[in-house]
């Protein structure tokens, strides 16, 4: 019994998506163009692998090279303020391994925070476009969402530097 239903449900599924497409148009668009370049210029919206582009040389020409350096280099930076006796007690593996992953950690960390922003802001634009759409006014409790958030976000940090240097040592 189930078995049927599935078939049936498929076929009309199939069957949908069918009549979406002409398999015979009448107007072929002609010849393609010649060359790798303009072929692909013809057959796809050019935005996409432009903006694909942008986002591969974006992360891997400045963040995949420079943020790890930049946090190795203010680790030892800090390394050189440490005491005799903090270097007596530590293995040299040890203190040069924490600096190494902790770089490769920031770079991971900034990577991701990159990926999380690009979701977040198509996600939030949608929801815009889509409710700006049904009704403009729809597009007010998430304006007013957003600018609460931003409102509550701390970019100085004032609160948390503070307890943060207060419990250094």
């Known amino acids: 019994m189930l078995r049927s239903r ?23 668009g002609g010849t393609p163009p010649r060359g790798l ?11 996409l692998p432009l903006l694909t582009l942008l986002q591969a040389l974006v992360t891997h020409q400045s963040i995949f ?21 903090f270097y007596q ?10 600096v190494m992953q902790t770089a490769l950690a920031i770079r ?19 929801a815009m476009v889509l409710l700006g759409s049904a009704e403009p006014w729809l597009m007010l409790p998430l304006v007013a969402w957003l600018a609460g958030y931003i409102a509550i ?10 307890g943060v240097r207060g419990n250094a040592v």
């Open 6 to 28: 599935l078939r049936l449900v498929s076929h009309h599924v199939f069957r949908y998506f069918e009549n979406l497409v002409n398999p015979y148009p009448q107007d072929l």
């Open 37 to 47: 370049f303009a072929f692909i210029l013809h057959f796809t919206r050019p935005v």
């Open 65 to 85: 090279g420079n943020y790890p350096m930049i946090g190795r280099w203010l680790a030892h930076r800090h390394m050189l303020g440490q005491s005799l006796a």
């Open 89 to 98: 007690d530590e293995f040299a593996g040890r203190v040069s391994q924490k």
């Open 108 to 126: 991971e960390t900034v990577t991701k925070l990159m990926d999380l922003m690009v979701y977040v802001v198509v996600y939030f634009v949608g």
């Open 153 to 162: 976000q701390n970019p100085q940090g004032t609160h948390t530097d503070q």
